[in-house]
T-cell receptor, first 116, second 113 residues
Framework: DTAVSQTPKYLVTQMGNDKSIKCEQNLGHDTMYWYKQDSKKFLKIMFSYNNKELIINETVPNRFSPKSPDKAHLNLHINSLELGDSAVYFC???????????????FGPGTRLLVL | GIQVEQSPPDLILQEGANSTLRCNFSDSVNNLQWFHQNPWGQLINLFYIPSGTKQNGRLSATTVATERYSLLYISSSQTTDSGVYFCAVAPSYSGGGADGLTFGKGTHLIIQP
């Protein structure tokens, strides 16, 4: 069984379009995340979200918005796509905080977005 | 925010060699993970190790939290070990919320047959 899954795996689209990437986890975790990996392979947190709190990295443009229909899903909506949005987007999940320690984060397979 | 530095940035070894990858971080952490990103782009969890020592087959890791560094050891390297190894941390001051991980820039490892 896949623990953290993402769809689609590949997404090619035109500048200016609006697109969504879906993420689902079957681990029963409370917290989910979105990360962006750029062309130089640098990984950076975009959002972390549980049922109480959304933490947004201040460098993320407001064209990006996470939407969580339930605890097992965190989708990423991107409006008015730009060339610079081309990257690999990873979803992750964890149990959050346990005994003062942040628990292990498990990553999905990634969605490769290409904006033309 | 917390800084994460990994060394070396690149490493080329022959099959069968041993290697040590280092991760330095600038503040106390309550999460430290090592990942292997394979040539297909998958991020594979290797260790969750905010402190102490763990071993898994040919891989082992040690984190000395008081000195703010972690080491990943790979013994008897195989070509399938090739890829990028990332260290990622969450700072202790992140409080009650589950903050995202801050990643280092990675060590690109190539194992030649």
């Amino acid at each position: 069984d896949t623990a953290v899954s993402q769809t689609p795996k590949y997404l090619v689209t035109q500048m200016g379009n609006d697109k969504s990437i879906k993420c689902e986890q079957n681990l029963g975790h409370d917290t989910m995340y979105w990360y962006k990996q750029d062309s130089k392979k640098f990984l950076k947190i975009m959002f972390s979200y549980n049922n109480k709190e959304l933490i947004i990295n201040e460098t993320v443009p407001n064209r990006f918005s996470p939407k969580s229909p339930d605890k097992a899903h965190l989708n990423l909506h991107i409006n008015s796509l730009e060339l610079g949005d081309s990257a690999v987007y990873f979803c992750a999940s964890s149990q959050g905080i346990l005994a003062g320690k942040q628990e292990t984060q498990y990553f999905g397979p990634g969605t490769r977005l290409l904006v033309l | 925010g917390i800084q994460v530095e990994q060394s070396p940035p690149d490493l080329i070894l022959q099959e069968g060699a041993n290697s040590t990858l280092r991760c330095n971080f600038s503040d106390s952490v309550n999460n430290l993970q090592w990942f292997h990103q394979n040539p297909w782009g998958q991020l594979i969890n290797l260790f969750y190790i905010p402190s102490g020592t763990k071993q898994n087959g040919r891989l082992s890791a040690t984190t000395v939290a008081t000195e703010r560094y972690s080491l990943l050891y790979i013994s008897s390297s195989q070509t399938t070990d090739s890829g990028v190894y990332f260290c990622a941390v969450a700072p202790s001051y992140s409080g009650g919320g589950a903050d995202g991980l801050t990643f280092g820039k990675g060590t690109h490892l190539i194992i030649q047959p």
